[in-house]
């Protein structure tokens, strides 16, 4: 039931004044007393998701509900969520003491008023009103919302809003917590964060632990529905983030609170969470407990991103068989026929045996990792990571197996480039992402030529077509990009910067993306870092083309 | 040793020189003679006169007024600017910045022209002949040679600051106004505060932009108002510095002195009286 | 439409004050510049500028006082600069503060003292014009050199001047190939400190040389105190071409130092 809810976020879309959309319609629901962590590489859209909990950005489509009630276009200082900041924006000039009591002290507790038979005193509530004009008013410059979105809501709010103007309802006095209220609610704090002796210090004098339990400590102070947590641990050393994950989730459990926490470390996230959310460029790649995302990736970026993995490229070959490494194993999961899939196998699912075993391999490299080794195996011309309590020699022939379940299988995220915004440009040419690539484009007509005017000229000779500014769909497959070393040559056809890079098996698979913002996804042999500036070329005879009109259309 | 005591004897040399115009005008400040150079025997005779002199009380009056207030106004708009600047969009706050940077390289003298220019041209033109220069003439051209200094005294603390303040202060409650005195004033009052001093000395030390744009007014009455400046400068066109204003010099120095050491012994202040009061609260218990 | 507040909206009043004190007076200069007294649009005040060799003169004595003032107050407050810089002269800001406590002391007052110090000394202005305008020019500018210098000279990059006595730098060759080149930026501001204050002095010249000499301050108050606006208005314009023109010339070294440190952010 909807109940379970504490907060609901629905269709959520933030898109900057800039056009960059920072979160792509995000949906999830967290029941009431969860720890939920944001997981995912920086700048993919967890902090920006988290402010909006928070109410530091407003969405700009879809709507944010706290216990059923929608809070999208609330300011923060009017939800009932509290914040620890990255860097704890503890306030310089106060010390630990009044930090923590910041809140206390701004807090206002609602009395009924009544008049002297002990009737309560019915008003306009002009504040109530003068709150909802300024909501309409927000929701009136929205850009991204459909037009009957829009005019929904503000009829809603403008129903509230003359409700309001024309029923007096209940009025309250304001009435500050005292002193001593505040001193038992901060003493209380200090004590769940074990800094009761320092409570005079200067935050300066701090520690960076010690700063992060002030901040713990201002925030859970207020007595907040939901805890926001941005990166907490981040500026602290390994040792204390140990120390503090340990404590977090002690925390969670003693005062059952929802917390809603942001990461992009994977460890820290499967320590400490019920639920993980894994992000990637503003989408949900996937929702689950640590044990779900761990065992179950959805796709090979969470595989990647979660633990360490082997990732090769595989066929289905019949019912829940799956072939890769030059090898047929049994599997769990249940695909169509013939497809080609991503396989990952996690290193500690490989076992090494002495028995004849499903593969072989050679021990080419070996590290000692305390509680085990992490050998990587050569198996055939393919990595393998194994991670095994046993010793063996570097260059030791081994025999290995591999259970089904410990073999994953899922669907290809990319399987070729396809570019739905391009054309032909005069010199018959096609644009992708606004740079002119050689292409054949008889393929669109069979048997056609070009004659010596650049028209296309069909096979019988009959017909001729221009071709120029027609709207085409471009496809490249993965392995057909080449890179160029030196971006300023003319064989360069596009530059772009490397934004994710995975290693699969023999072969890494690189997305490199342009300045506009395309994305031109290439497998190859060899390494290159993310972030690197590389150019890439495509043969003439690789780009697949199809017209989006008839080619009659474009006959003269 | 021999390098370290040329470097003393450099330093102290240049520094005696410094101070010698001073220094002579205080040593002449204790004896009533008419020229520096002869010496009457000691007397406090030149103190009397100082404060029997109505038109150096005016003068020194004028000046204090006229310094706090446009410090004060000058603190303010500075203040303000800087704060508003630094969260505007980047465009405009670039805009803002090289206008301001116009009075902080321009000459002081082309600035009062320019201000003495447009007040004229509006008196003759707008007011129909009438005389504009004021006591709040004199205030914008003070203002304008300060607000600049206390809007580049802010800047650095503002940027300095983590951004985070203003949002963790209204996530605690505040409203946007509340955040902005409760997190960010706080921690700007350095930057405000030396602007601030830095243009009570401005003030103080003016004289191009007083001479151009004062009128009547203040504790000089119908006459056209006298600062130190101006009176001093008034004084020496025609001869010596009266010797009156000997002992103004001396009490000058020592305020200055008082100021300096002041400011260098309020590093070490730290008292904290909320703890104690803290303590208290729980002893009730 | 309601009135949202928004933080950026503070700026407002400021930006009105800059706008309506200091922008629009410049205006005023250049229309006053370029008009006769009727107010009719003219070049005369241009053509006399550049045609009588009394104003002239006047702008070139003011640019080679500036340049002889600079120069000598960089002469004298380097040193000092560089020793203050030392914790070994300096151990805790006195005498620091003992170079910039002048400063605070009215300036004018400290111009006359200066003058009947000097007329005591047998250096007055009727005799010796140049002289005592020169020593109380560097009197007041002084401090003014030093203090950017300091600031420069603290941030003076340690390891670097080791580097170049470990690479074989003799004292000579560590002053001209690591102190000197790192303290260029304090230089150019000190300079631009002392430089275009100088031009447009008024009280220091008009006090010392008792009148004789007149540098392009003086020039533009005489101006103005004789109500010739247009002309006064001219020699404005003409200062703050020269103040543009200073500006563009140090602007490079400026850009660059602030480029250095945003990238060590």
């Known amino acids: 039931m909807q109940d379970n809810y504490i907060i609901e976020l629905k269709n959520v879309s933030k898109i900057y004044d800039d056009e960059t959309t920072a979160v792509d319609n995000f949906n999830l629901y967290v029941r009431k007393g969860e720890f939920i962590t944001f997981l995912g590489p920086s700048g993919c859209g967890k902090s920006t998701t988290l402010r909006m909990i928070a109410g530091f950005e407003f969405p700009s489509k879809g709507s944010i509900l706290l216990n059923g009630k929608d809070i999208s276009n609330v300011p923060p200082n009017k939800r009932p969520i509290n914040m620890v900041f990255q860097r704890y924006a503890l306030f310089p000039h106060l010390d630990v003491y009044d930090n923590i009591a910041f809140g206390l002290r701004l807090k206002r507790l609602p009395q009924l008023k009544k008049d002297k038979e002990g009737n309560p005193i019915l008003k306009i509530d002009k504040k109530k009103i003068r709150e909802l004009k300024s909501e309409y008013h927000l929701i009136s410059k929205k850009k991204h919302i459909s037009e009957e979105e829009k005019k929904a809501k503000l009829d809603a709010l403008q129903e509230q809003i003359d409700y309001y103007k024309a029923t007096p309802v209940n009025s309250y006095s304001y009435a500050k917590l005292t002193d001593k209220e505040i001193d038992t609610k901060v003493a209380r704090a200090l004590k769940i964060v074990d800094l009761e002796a320092l409570e005079d210090r200067n935050i300066a004098t701090l520690s960076g632990g010690q700063q992060q339990r002030v901040a713990i400590a201002r925030a859970i102070v207020n007595e907040p529905e939901i805890l926001l947590l941005d990166e907490p641990l981040g500026a602290l050393d390994l040792k204390m983030r140990k120390d503090m994950q340990i404590e977090l989730k002690e925390m969670h459990e003693k005062l059952g609170i929802t917390f809603i926490y942001v990461t992009h470390d994977q460890e820290e996230a499967l320590t400490m969470s019920d639920t993980i959310v894994v992000m990637k460029d503003g989408v949900i790649q996937q929702i689950g407990t640590p044990k779900a995302i761990y065992d179950e990736p959805k796709n090979a970026f969470v595989a990647d991103f979660i633990g360490e993995s082997n990732i090769y490229n595989g066929t289905i070959i019949g019912t829940k068989k799956v072939r890769f490494l030059d090898h047929n194993f049994d599997c769990l999961d249940d695909f169509p026929l013939n497809e080609k899939i991503d396989v990952v196998v996690r290193p500690e699912d490989v076992n090494i045996t002495n028995e004849p075993g499903m593969i072989s391999g050679v021990i080419d490299n070996k590290i000692f990792k305390g509680v085990n080794y992490q050998y990587t195996i050569m198996v055939g011309k393919n990595e393998l990571l194994v991670k095994s309590i046993y010793d063996y020699e570097v260059g030791t022939k081994v025999n290995l197996n591999i259970t089904p379940n410990g073999i994953h299988i899922m669907k290809k995220d990319y399987t070729v480039n396809t570019y739905t915004d391009s054309w032909i440009n005069k010199n018959n040419q096609v644009m992708i992402d606004e740079s002119p690539f050689d292409c054949d484009i008889t393929q669109l007509l069979p048997g056609s030529f070009i004659d010596e005017e650049g028209y296309l000229v069909s096979k019988d000779k009959a017909h001729k077509y221009d071709l120029n500014d027609a709207d085409v769909v471009a496809e490249i497959a993965l392995d057909k990009i080449d890179v160029v070393d030196d971006i300023s040559s003319d064989e360069c056809q596009v530059v772009g910067q490397i934004v994710d890079s995975i290693y699969i098996g023999d072969h890494y698979r690189y997305i490199v993306r342009t300045e506009n913002e395309e994305d031109f996804v290439f497998t190859s042999q060899y390494s290159y870092n993310l972030n690197d500036t590389i150019g890439l070329k495509v043969n003439a005879k690789d780009i697949k083309l199809r017209l989006k009109k008839e080619v009659s259309n474009y006959e003269i | ?285 | 439409m309601k009135f949202r507040f928004q933080r950026k909206y503070l700026c407002i009043p400021y930006f009105l004050f800059l706008i309506l004190f200091v922008i629009i007076p410049i205006f005023f200069i250049i229309y006053y510049a370029f008009t006769d007294s009727n107010g009719n649009f003219t070049f005369d005040a241009f053509v006399t500028f550049f045609t009588t060799t009394n104003k002239i003169n006047v702008l070139v004595q003011s640019l080679l006082f500036s340049t002889l003032n600079t120069i000598v107050c960089l002469i004298i407050g380097y040193p000092i600069s560089y020793l203050l810089s030392n914790p070994k002269f300096n151990k805790n800001y006195v005498l620091v503060l003992l170079f910039v406590m002048p400063m605070w002391i009215n300036f004018v007052l400290r111009t006359g003292a200066t003058r009947d110090v000097l007329t005591w000394l047998g250096i007055n202005g009727g005799s010796h014009p140049y002289i005592a305008t020169m020593i109380g020019l560097v009197y007041n500018y002084l401090p003014f050199v030093i203090l950017p210098l300091y600031t420069t000279m603290l941030k003076l990059d340690k390891s670097q001047i080791e580097a170049a006595i470990d690479l074989g730098c003799n004292r000579v060759q560590v002053f001209t190939k690591s102190i000197f080149p790192q303290s260029v930026p304090g230089i150019i501001s000190a300079a631009q400190m002392v430089f275009m204050p100088t031009m447009s002095s008024y009280v220091i010249p008009e006090t010392l040389s008792e009148g004789k000499i007149v540098l392009f301050g003086n020039s533009i108050y005489l101006g103005f105190a004789n109500n010739q606006w247009n002309s006064s208005g001219f020699m404005a314009i003409v200062m703050l071409v020269i103040i543009a023109i200073s500006m563009l010339v140090t602007r490079n070294f400026t850009e660059k130092d602030e480029g250095k440190e945003a990238a060590t952010w």
């Open chain 2, 1 to 285: 040793m021999v390098k370290k005591i040329l470097g003393y004897s450099y330093i102290y040399l240049i520094l005696l020189l410094m101070y010698i115009p001073i220094l002579v005008l205080i040593v002449f400040s204790f004896t009533n003679a008419t020229y520096i150079g002869t010496w009457n025997g000691f007397s406090f005779d030149l103190y009397g006169k100082l404060f029997q002199s109505e038109e150096i009380m005016i003068a020194v009056g004028n000046t204090v007024i006229i310094a706090i207030i446009s410090a004060v106004c000058a603190t303010v708009l500075g203040t303000l600017g800087a704060v508003g600047g630094f969260y505007a969009k980047r465009r405009s706050r670039a805009i803002l910045e090289n206008i301001n940077q116009i009075p902080v390289v321009n000459a002081e003298i082309v600035m009062a022209l320019s201000l003495v220019v447009m007040f004229v041209f509006i008196g003759n033109n707008i007011f129909g002949g009438a005389n504009l220069f004021s006591f709040w003439t004199l205030l914008v051209g003070h203002i304008i040679l300060a607000a600049p200094f206390v809007y580049l005294n802010v800047k650095p603390k503002l940027q300095q600051m983590d951004p985070a303040l203003y949002e963790a202060a209204l996530d605690l409650g505040c409203s946007p106004r509340q955040a902005l005195n409760k997190a960010v004033l706080p921690e700007i009052i350095p930057g405000v505060f030396s602007g601030f001093m830095l243009s009570i000395t401005l003030s103080l030390d003016d004289f191009i932009v007083t001479a151009f744009t004062r009128g009547s007014g203040l504790l000089s009455g119908a006459a056209n108002i006298e600062t130190i400046s101006t009176l001093v400068q008034a004084k020496i066109k025609k001869g010596p510095i009266p010797p009156e204003m000997r002992p103004l010099t001396t009490i000058i120095f020592l305020i200055v002195l008082l100021v300096v050491i002041f400011i260098s012994l309020r590093r070490n202040k730290t008292i904290n009286v909320k703890s104690m009061k803290r303590r208290k609260l729980r002893e009730k218990e």
